[in-house]
């Protein structure tokens, strides 16, 4: 179980990277992230819910459905936030150290939304 445990967090943290970094490279889509439901921040969320699901349905259908859909509206939040925030402050990468910490919680609410919903799979719903 451990191995399971550890192997879903290690794939839904390269999901999480060819979402929000390959995936994620036209303008529309991360330009408009901070204005609320547009197209393209419910696009890029969408990549992450889809890949979150062929991660995670690897091992139940239904935990796969429910963790997409968290995943889904968790980071479509978090984004829309941190773009917000960085719109109030300018702040931008070259100046501001805040943009880089805001950056980096951003990041981390995305890998801890991982281990919530490895959590869940894996612990609770067990």
Not at 58 to 70: E, N, P, Q, R, S
Not at 101 to 115: E, R, V, W
């Amino acid at each position: 179980m451990q191995t399971t445990i550890l192997t879903t967090l290690f794939l839904l943290f390269v999901k999480h990277f060819i979402c929000d970094f390959p995936l994620q490279t036209w303008p529309w889509m991360y330009h408009n992230k901070g204005i609320y439901m547009h197209p393209g921040g419910l696009v890029h969320a969408a990549t992450h819910g889809v890949g979150t699901f062929i991660v995670m349905a690897f091992y139940d259908i239904k935990v796969a459905l429910i963790a997409a859909i968290f995943d889904f509206l968790v980071h479509y939040h978090i984004d829309w936030a941190k773009m917000n925030l960085n719109a109030r402050f300018n702040l931008k990468a070259d100046n501001s150290e805040w943009f880089w910490i805001a950056l980096g919680l951003d990041q981390l609410l995305h890998h801890a939304t991982y281990f919530i919903i490895v959590y869940y799979a894996f612990i609770y719903y067990n």
